[in-house]
């Protein structure tokens, strides 16, 4: 079966048509500035040259047609429209109600649409992106897969904050974590890697990219993850904050006399490791040219990244009572030995050592630990997409 997978931001969409026999990539793209002037869809047909039209998409339905368009036009489609047998969305928030992925029905857009307070600026996307799937393409079954679903497994005492529990109970405050696909994916493929069965394993998964998040997977399950009601608790990211002191949103505001929403902007966007190299740049590569050359701000700012990435660990390790792996994926888990030299080095209490040869490793699995290690180091790169579509084959077929 040929499965589009779409993931629908509020200007973008990313797609991949993935034929589920040989789980090969049949075409990807994305279209970019939807709804804003410039819009223009960018996509490769396997073994082919990048395309790039130029067109103007005042929605997502516009956007869906043109990736159909794209992946079934005369002259260089790859598939027919009719070949498509399912598709897959990545949804981001499916709050407590989804612990798996869902074939879409009218029920679970419902229920999408009542957790959207949760991820105002995704879930609405997502939605969108449903609806104009379903216009494009009518009676195509399709299937919901959530970030949150993987962490619904973990316990009360590591999803509660220390509020009042009556906000867990109006509101749903609670920790949901994010990047579950990856870190689902990422735990499946060690386990096969390492040759055990999953139920066996403590694994922590380092999904480490513009966004970054940790998680502790204990026998299979999630038992705990850095991101919680939003992605903007937990490890420093390229532009957010991760971990800070409530109260310094209400300390910037008087000093600064800002809102709410400028404070939450500066979090979000100006903080992480741009803010920290006296924004210099939220791209690791930038960072380490600059740390290499000894310029203090990217120093600054990549020893805070990986000093609260290691701290994690730690943390991870104590609530597992043990590790056996450490994964590292995304794009600076699985492109920067530097990076994860740095973090290796501070795991010298597990008994961590590296390979520094197999640390070179980009963007492909691989051992990285050396042979004394007391733990396995490893980078596993992340498929989302992939696992997507595997869902969707899975509930489709
Ligand atoms: P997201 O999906 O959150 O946007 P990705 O997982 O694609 O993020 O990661 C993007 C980040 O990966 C870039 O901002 C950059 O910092 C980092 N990155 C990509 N390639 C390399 C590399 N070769 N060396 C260091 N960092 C890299």
């Given amino acids: 079966m040929k499965i589009l997978v779409i993931n629908c931001g509020s200007s973008s969409l990313k797609f991949q048509l993935i034929d589920s026999d040989s789980e090969a990539v049949i075409c990807k793209g994305l279209c970019e500035r939807i709804g804003i002037d410039g819009s223009q869809i960018v996509y490769t047909p396997a073994g082919k040259d990048k395309i790039t039209k130029v067109e103007p998409m005042p929605d997502h339905n516009k956007a869906i047609e043109m990736v159909i368009e794209a992946l079934t036009n005369a002259e260089n489609g790859v598939v027919k429209l009719e070949e498509i047998g399912a598709v897959g969305h990545r949804i981001v928030h499916g709050g407590e109600k989804f612990t798996k992925s869902v074939v879409i029905n009218e029920e679970v857009i419902k229920a999408i649409e009542e957790v959207s307070d949760l991820a105002p600026l995704h879930n609405p996307a997502n939605l969108i992106g449903i609806r104009a799937c379903e216009k494009v393409m009518p009676g195509v079954p399709m299937v919901a897969v959530f970030d949150t679903a993987f962490h619904q ?169 043990g590790v056996d792996a450490i994964c590292f994926t995304a794009g600076v888990g699985e492109n920067s030995g530097f990076t994860r030299g740095l973090i290796c080095e501070r795991l010298s209490f597990l008994g961590a050592t590296v390979d520094a040869e197999a640390n070179k490793v980009r963007g492909e699995e691989k051992t990285i630990s050396g042979a004394d290690s007391k733990v396995t180091l490893m980078v596993v790169p992340t498929n989302e997409e992939l696992a997507i579509a595997r869902d969707t084959f899975e509930l489709c077929k």
Wanted: proline fraction near 2%; hydrophobic fraction near 35%; charge should be neutral.
């Fill in 153 to 321: 497994t973990m316990p009360q005492e590591a999803y509660l904050y220390g509020l009042p529990y009556s906000y867990y109970e109006k509101y749903g405050i609670r920790r949901y974590g994010f990047h579950g696909t990856s870190h689902s994916y990422v735990s499946k493929r060690a386990a096969e890697l390492l040759g055990k069965d999953i139920k066996d394993l403590k694994l922590i998964v380092c999904h480490l990219g513009n966004g970054a998040s940790i998680s502790a997977v204990k026998d299979g399950k999630c038992i705990d993850t850095s991101m919680g009601l939003t992605p903007l608790e937990g490890l420093i990211m390229g532009t957010r904050t991760g971990d800070i002191d409530p109260s310094v949103v209400e300390f910037i505001m008087k000093k600064e006399g800002s809102t709410v929403a400028d404070v939450t902007n500066l979090l979000n966007k100006k903080s992480g490791v741009f803010g920290l190299s006296n924004d210099l740049s939220s791209d690791f590569r930038d960072l380490e040219d600059a740390y290499l050359k000894g310029d203090e701000g990217a120093k600054r700012a990549v020893d805070a990244f990986t000093y609260r990435v290691a701290k994690y660990i730690g943390s991870y390790t104590a609530a597992m009572g």
